[in-house]
């Protein structure tokens, strides 16, 4: 599995954007999806993850009911909804892909997209 996320960009704080990460390879309906973060100077943190047929959804404590996870397997793609924006909220995000929900969840997965960046302004 490739991945290949994007949707960063500036807004500014209590804005919203959207992430996507595009999938290819065939094992991509087989896998749990998850969305990391590392921000300046700190280290990767988990934001979210997302079971292989959306039926089950988990997020960091520090997003949890402004970040939405969801994905449309038909489209090998999964999106990342992020509203209520916070200048805390600046990082590079990451997409992950992992045929075991906890691998991902632990940050431990076989499959990583190479980024992209978040810059929320105050």
């Known amino acids: 599995v490739q991945l290949q996320a994007s949707g960063g960009g500036l807004v500014q704080a209590g804005g919203s954007l959207m992430l996507s990460c595009a999938a290819t390879g065939r094992t991509f309906i087989s896998t749990a999806m998850g969305w990391f973060r590392r921000a300046p100077g700190k280290e990767r943190e988990f934001v979210a993850a997302i079971t292989w047929n959306g039926g089950g959804t988990y997020y960091a404590d520090s997003v949890k009911g402004r970040f939405t996870i969801s994905r449309d397997n038909a489209r090998n793609t999964v999106f990342l909804q992020m509203n209520s924006l916070k200048p805390e909220d600046t990082a590079v995000y990451y997409c992950?892909?992992?045929?075991?929900?906890?691998?991902?969840?632990?940050?431990?997965?076989?499959?990583w997209g190479q980024g992209t960046l978040v810059t929320v302004s105050s």
């Open positions: 992950a892909a992992d045929h075991q929900l906890g691998t991902v969840v632990a940050g431990t997965s076989t499959y």
